[in-house]
């Protein structure tokens, strides 16, 4: 009993201790940790986050059983470990600042063109439900708050309405830009034949070929969209964070367009001002 109340006293001590401000402290600090990994936990990065926790938990044991060489081998090695850690996670820290700047674009920057995002949706879903069935194989990429610039500056610049049968020539395994990928910027066409990077992931399935590993390692390395049409199987596929949704009917397709691409409340208006444009065609 004795110890317990010990146990007890210690505890009511430590609670009595701690102000608001160190459990806000706690708690920010665990939601970064957590988001931290569970972004990490979606590329190959994570193995090299547990290689770096195991030579962590090496260097302890080897400084508590004194072992002077390796426990000096190990100190001067991480007394680098800020330029390591940049160098290995250059991409995902890139990513990661990218994402900060769009968030921050998000409060200052432009309004999202719900109109012309609806439409390219619209066009985007018609073309490849066309494309799925004569099995023209396809790469759309969706531009969201990380700029990519610098993909479409490697294909065709375009400015131009993505209607269907547009998109369709654009793909069409004769004309001249059918390779790549076509990207779409606010609702528009901003670039044909673009060159996207490979994705690095070695868990990727083998039956997948080089346009679906574009595709991902596009949606690694932004927050982008991207649609894909197989031109083996006719598959409608799309890649969001570097993971891919396969085999999707026309009718889902774009109900996941229109979740990832257009904000809810927009959405709701979206919706409702086609429930009004129906009635009234009823009643006519």
């Not at 004309?175 to 609702?187: E, F, S």
Request: with cysteine; aromatic share 6%; glycine share 8%.
């Amino acid at each position: 009993m004795d110890k317990l109340n010990e146990i007890l006293i210690v505890l009511q001590n430590f609670i009595s201790a701690v102000r608001l401000a160190d459990i806000v402290d706690m708690a920010i600090v665990a939601f970064l940790v957590y988001k931290l990994i569970t972004f990490f936990s979606k590329t190959n990065s994570m193995n090299v986050v547990k290689g770096i926790l195991i030579l962590l938990l090496v260097m302890v044991v080897t400084t508590m059983w004194d072992l002077p060489v390796v426990s000096y081998l190990l100190g001067n090695t991480f007394e680098m470990g800020l330029i390591i850690i940049i160098v290995l996670f250059q991409p995902e820290i890139r990513r990661i600042l990218e994402q900060v700047g769009g968030s921050i674009k998000d409060v200052f920057g432009h309004p999202v063109k719900t109109k012309s995002i609806e439409n390219a949706i619209d066009q985007v879903v018609l073309a490849c439900a066309d494309m799925s069935r004569t099995r023209t194989g396809a790469l759309l990429v969706f531009e969201r708050d990380i700029n990519l610039e610098s993909y479409i500056k490697t294909g065709t610049i375009v400015d131009a309405s993505p209607a269907a049968e547009l998109l369709k020539n654009l793909f069409y395994n004769k004309a001249p830009l059918h390779d790549g990928a076509v990207i779409i910027r606010d609702g528009r066409i901003a670039g044909a034949a673009c060159m996207l990077p490979l994705s690095g992931n070695n868990n990727i399935s083998r039956d997948l070929g080089m346009r679906h590993r574009a595709g991902i390692g596009m949606s690694e390395r932004s927050d982008a969209v991207v649609a894909i049409v197989s031109e083996e199987t006719g598959d409608i596929s799309v890649a969001i964070e570097g993971m891919l949704k396969r085999g999707l009917s026309p009718d889902t397709f774009e109900r996941l367009l229109r979740m990832e691409l257009i904000p809810q409340e927009q959405e709701k208006r979206g919706i409702l001002a086609r429930m009004r444009r129906l009635r009234k065609k009823a009643g006519e």
